[in-house]
């Protein structure tokens, strides 16, 4: 076995409940939680027992989705599994830093209430909202998108899946000029136009809150979504850029294979980051990707990886 990466869930993963099995089970985990809500009350019961209307609301799912994240690498660790990088999609960069030890995991957590507060503003002043392009190649989805104002490509994911952020009162005119090439569109289940120039105000507001938060550099190797390369120089200007900006997944994926990574574990919820990997090392003999959401799933891992 090679080196071991952790990837952390980002938003349109969430679902109601996530966390509690974990919650259930790790000291670690319910103390994690548990001082969360002491700083935001109301998270447990939103990330556990609430609807699926309120999570889905970028204030609501982005502490709570962190949590959930963040619980499944505690976990992860209190079995004795460490990593030897992490990385994670858009919200779930924000848990991928801070288990690796670029600011406490309180601070994380605050990092990301202010985040999704400032990115749901942006989202109410400049409505838009995600389609996912698949069976296409990205140039083709990039020509089609430069047809339209106020369209853009930002979730480089992997090949053959490209999401775009844009007006919904386009997308039906966009949907169609994508399958007539030969592809297929899916909406997310987000409530912005995220990635995108859509989201310059919040960009701003996050990096003035960012000020006032003392990024260190993290003890664990630590991939940028702006960049697609490990972190280093200004932290905050990188995570600033990455809100209004793609996020180039596929080429992390690709950088941590040639940096010798062959085992990816999915730190947090659902399995969409461990089908994107599977997808980008098709061709890469002895690659391992797994999920860790619940007990059971991370010690089956523990056992595994041990």
């Known amino acids: 076995m090679g080196k071991i990466a952790f990837l952390f869930s980002g938003q349109g993963a969430q679902h109601v409940g996530m966390g509690k099995d974990l919650y259930d089970h790790f000291d670690e985990v319910r103390a994690l939680f548990d001082e969360a809500e002491a700083l935001r009350p109301g998270t447990l019961e939103q990330c556990f027992s609430g609807d699926e209307e309120t999570l889905r609301q970028t204030r609501n799912t982005q502490p709570c989705l962190y949590l959930a994240d963040l619980a499944a690498a505690v976990a992860l660790k209190s079995s004795g599994i460490v990593p030897d990088a992490v990385a994670g999609f858009s919200l779930g960069e924000i848990p991928a830093l801070a288990f690796a030890g670029a600011c406490s995991y309180m601070e994380g957590f605050q990092a990301a209430v202010r985040r999704g507060e400032a990115m749901e503003t942006a989202s109410r002043k400049n409505p838009a909202s995600m389609l996912a392009v698949v069976k296409l190649d990205n140039r083709t989805v990039e020509e089609i998108c430069g047809r339209y104002a106020e369209l853009y490509p930002v979730n480089y994911n992997c090949a ?41 105000e ?91 959401e619940t007990a059971d799933e991370v010690q089956a891992a523990a056992e595994d990886l041990k």
């Open 160 to 200: 053959g899946q490209l999401v775009v952020s844009g007006k919904p009162e386009v997308f039906d005119a966009f949907s169609a000029d994508i399958k007539a090439a030969g592809g297929r569109t899916l909406p997310l289940k987000v409530s912005g136009g995220f990635h995108s120039p859509f989201m310059d």
């Open 202 to 292: 919040a960009s701003r507001e996050f990096g003035e809150y960012l000020k006032g938060v003392s990024l260190r550099q993290p003890e664990i190797t630590a991939y940028s979504n702006y960049t697609a390369k490990p972190y280093e120089g200004d932290m905050a200007e990188l995570l600033t850029k990455q809100i209004n900006h793609p996020v180039h997944w596929e080429s992390i994926v690709q950088g941590l294979l040639a940096d010798g990574f062959d085992t990816f574990v999915e730190a947090g919820v659902g399995s969409v980051l461990q089908k994107l990997c599977l997808k980008i090392a098709a061709d890469v003999s002895g690659v391992r990707c797994l999920k860790c």
